[in-house]
């Protein structure tokens, strides 16, 4: 099992509409649950991050924990085409080395 | 504030050839990261600097891979010889300080093509 998952996609959402991204980790002892986002030929850039369960909303953006079932998401409203991009869930794991493990990521496509 | 500054942003060598790789982190960051990103993946860690000490380096391949931060601040990231295999994004990152609830901020990275 990967220490973190998530659906590479493309997952395509017409604009306007809310796009929807999910993450799953196998430590269960993580607390920190951060969101990049990577244009294509840049570097990730950091949107979220949430420490907490539940909810944290930052403009259109809202990320989302669940811990008990290891899971992670983050929502985008009123997607706009310039929120396309590929989307990496990163969980600092503890088990072992500690450390920032990224999934593959999800390409996310928003269509006019 | 400036952001993480790596150069260069591009680099073609032939295999066996060495190449190094520099980053400077953002200004009173002491911890420093690097990361291996290969096409259509998440980015790896390879090393971790907290100042001056390398506190992780279990994922860098030490026979042809070294890593150093002297003062501190910049680092150079080392590939000698280099193989068809090394080729892709080689990322900087780093954070005020190291643990779990510091953000980490990437640099542009350096893209590698080995021939």
């Known amino acids: 099992q990967k220490e973190v998952e998530q659906n590479s996609g493309p997952l395509s959402v017409p604009e306007g509409a809310i796009a929807s991204l999910n993450c799953t980790y196998s430590d269960r002892g993580s607390q920190s649950f951060f969101w990049y986002r990577q244009y294509s030929g840049k570097s990730p850039e950091l949107i979220m991050f949430?420490?907490?369960?539940g909810d944290k909303e930052d403009g259109r953006f809202t990320a989302q924990l669940n811990k008990a079932s290891q899971y992670v998401s983050l929502l985008i409203r009123d997607s706009q085409p310039s929120d396309s991009a590929t989307y990496l869930c990163?969980?600092?794991?503890?088990?072992?080395?500690?450390?920032?493990?990224f999934g593959q990521g999800t390409r996310l496509t928003i269509n006019p | 504030e400036a952001g993480v500054v790596q150069s260069p942003r591009y680099k073609i060598i032939e295999k066996k050839q060495p190449v190094a790789f520099w980053c400077n982190p953002i200004?009173?960051?002491?911890?420093l990261y690097w990361y291996l990103q290969n096409l259509g993946q998440g980015p790896e860690l390879l090393i971790r600097?907290?100042?001056?000490?390398?506190?992780?380096d279990s994922q860098l391949p030490k026979d042809r891979f070294s890593a150093e931060r002297l003062k501190g601040v910049d680092s150079t990231l080392k590939i000698q010889p280099a193989e068809l295999g090394d080729s892709a994004v080689y990322l900087c990152?780093?954070?005020?300080?190291?643990?779990?609830?510091?953000?980490?901020?990437f640099g542009p990275g350096t893209r590698l093509t080995v021939t």
């Open positions: 200004s009173g960051h002491n911890t």
């Open positions: 990152a780093s954070s005020l300080r190291g643990g779990s609830t510091y953000e980490q901020y």
């Open positions: 990163a969980v600092y794991i503890i088990q072992g080395a500690q450390k920032l493990v």
């Open positions: 949430i420490y907490s369960n």
């Open positions: 600097y907290e100042n001056e000490e390398a506190v992780d």
